[in-house]
């Protein structure tokens, strides 16, 4: 008689909190865009339509970045979860998540700042430190987890971008 391997067909947990990190992240991006004023004018006054792609590519660029963030931190939160990780990787996880959420909320913040406040500096510094969390969590997410250093590097090239454009508006006007 040949005995068959009973696979477990249920999704993994790590995945699934990936996921649903990702999708809350980006929802909460997505409501935070909804409830700004429309920055069309601003960009016009600053003189950013030759430095910013159009406003819909941006923002679904905004919204990709924070599912793959928020999908990056997902898994770690999953492995933590479901006790996968012990040790100095637990360690550096709960660090690299502190991390996260500093960036989570700076990040949310950056938008109504740069586009709707005009407080371009501030607006700078805060993407900046966005920048930074950023780099530290995919430093200290690398240990535990590669696709969730990847992701956070990949991220961290994002926020580049928007630290290199918030600077690039603010020296013009």
Not at 33 to 61: E, K, Q, T, Y
Not at 68 to 96: D, T
Not at 127 to 137: A, E, F, K, T, Y
Request: glycine share 6%.
């Amino acid at each position: 008689m040949m005995q068959t391997k009973h696979r477990d067909r249920r999704p993994d947990a790590v995945k699934k909190t990936g996921l649903i990190c990702g999708i809350v992240y980006a929802t909460i991006g997505f409501i935070i865009r909804l409830c700004a004023p429309s920055p069309l004018n601003m960009i016009h006054v600053m003189g950013a339509d030759v430095l910013l792609p159009p406003m819909w590519i941006f923002n679904m660029l905004s919204l990709f970045w924070f599912f793959i963030s928020g999908f990056a931190f997902g898994i770690i939160m999953g492995k933590i979860f479901c006790k996968r990780i012990c040790g100095q990787e637990e360690i550096l996880s709960y660090r690299g998540s502190l991390f996260f959420i500093a960036m989570f909320f700076m990040s949310l913040m950056w938008y109504p700042l740069f586009f709707c406040g005009t407080k371009l500096f501030f607006s700078f510094i805060i993407s900046v430190c966005c920048l930074i969390c950023s780099c530290m969590c995919a430093f200290l997410f690398k240990s535990v987890h590669t696709l969730s250093c990847l992701a956070m590097c990949t991220n961290s090239l994002w926020l580049f971008y928007v630290s290199y454009i918030n600077l690039a508006i603010m020296l013009r006007v």
